[in-house]
């Protein structure tokens, strides 16, 4: 993925210098309009192809809308090596890729398309939630998904355990006592941090935040893993696997979603997996020693410049993102809008979680919340954090030189 990610950085200023395709003229059958996604869940392409059908039905010169599934573990290598081939899509969702397509004006600009939309409300978006697809005031990808990360706790698992989680909040050290107790009692995990499996170390950024530490700083110059508040965060999560037994260790897999540890750190909107087989509950992340704090998911969806057809899938865009639409979607995206963003309006479309729920854990956890660490270069990044964090994961690893080494590795990619 790091070879075929770093050459697609390369194609994608390529495109951008040269300016990419023009937009074609309509063939007399009308055009055909391509958008990526990485889902491959049924219902929620039929929602797309739902209004991807209205939206064909007023516009007779689209003649097709398509939903290209592509695997997410390999979406921005698909991406880019779809771009460099010449068979850029129309429309792509993207999450950490973001940056570099915004570096490379790979992006067509959205602001005046949306602010000139009739009914759209542009002024209805959260500012927090649009700043990370902005540049110099200018909106590239519109947030269709912003999902609060929140702690899952299986209720069920914690009774057999003699534990219980109560209704306040939870700090990451009775997080870690708590799962340790379930762990000796039941033989299942005590929390895992749902797609760390020690490979996506970027997962890790819903955890240290707790305790103050970032990968790097606000600007993206300066690495930031080596720091005290980050090596303190680090020697939390070696204890949980090799003092209190709570957190799975290297190699040991345990799916929360299907009744294998007590607690996990994942996104809202996998409340889809919840199917009833235990009793569950849901809280804001965990307190750490610099109390709260929330940490946000996000994926936009934009137009690519080197699409052949840019005036109609901008308007699809706005189409597909228009307050009646971003309704619809937001039983499976927390939505970018305020009017929407109440606990009762959530609820009346997602099935899982109740109002009350809704507004503790995606409402009140929006403002103020950060983001996983992004950045340009995010496949040789996330490749060079991987390697040289391995080490920390040994029982006896120096954690503090560890981290230094992270730095060392990491420092050059960024800017």
Known sequence: MFGTAAIGSMVLALVACGGGSSPAAESPDGVDLRMTVWTSNKDQLALFNSIADAYRAEHPGVRRITFDSLP????????????????????????????????????????????????????????????????????????????????????????????????????????????????????????????????????????WPGWGASAWNADGTQCGMNSDQMVSAFQ????????????????????????????????????????????????????????????????????????????????????????????????YFPPPRKSLLTGAKLAAVNKKLSAAQLQAVVIDQLNGAVTLPNHTKPAEISQKGKAALDAIWAEDADIKSVLGKTCDALQPLLK
């Open 236 to 331: 939390f999560l070696h204890n949980a696997i090799y003092v209190d037994k709570s957190m799975p260790g290297p190699g040991v897999k345990a799916d929360f979603f299907a009744g294998d540890s007590a607690f996990t750190i994942a996104q809202v909107s996998r409340a889809t997996l919840l199917d009833g087989a235990f009793k569950y509950s849901i809280h804001p992340l965990p307190t750490g020693p610099s109390g709260k704090y929330s940490v946000i998911g996000q994926a936009g969806v934009g137009v690519l410049k080197s699409s052949k057809h840019v005036p109609q899938a901008t308007e699809f865009l706005a189409y597909l993102t228009n307050p009646a639409n971003a309704a619809k979607l937001a039983q």
């Open 72 to 207: 997410f573990a390999d979406y921005n290598s698909t991406l880019t090596t779809q771009i460099a081939g010449g068979n850029t899509p129309d429309l792509a969702w993207m999450g950490d890729i973001s940056h570099d397509l915004i570096a490379a004006k790979a992006l067509v600009p959205l602001t005046g398309k949306l602010k000139g939309t009739a009914g759209w409300d542009y002024g209805d978006l959260v500012d927090s939630v649009t700043a990370e697809f902005s540049r110099d005031g200018e909106l590239y990808a519109y947030p269709f998904s912003n999902s609060p990360f929140a702690l899952y706790v299986n209720n069920d698992l914690l009774a057999k355990a003699g534990q219980t989680a109560g209704k306040g909040e939870l700090s990451w050290e009775q997080v870690s006592k708590i799962g340790g107790a379930v762990h000796a009692k039941t033989g299942k995990a005590g929390f895992v941090i749902r797609d760390f499996d020690y490979s996506g170390w970027n997962m890790l950024g819903t955890v």
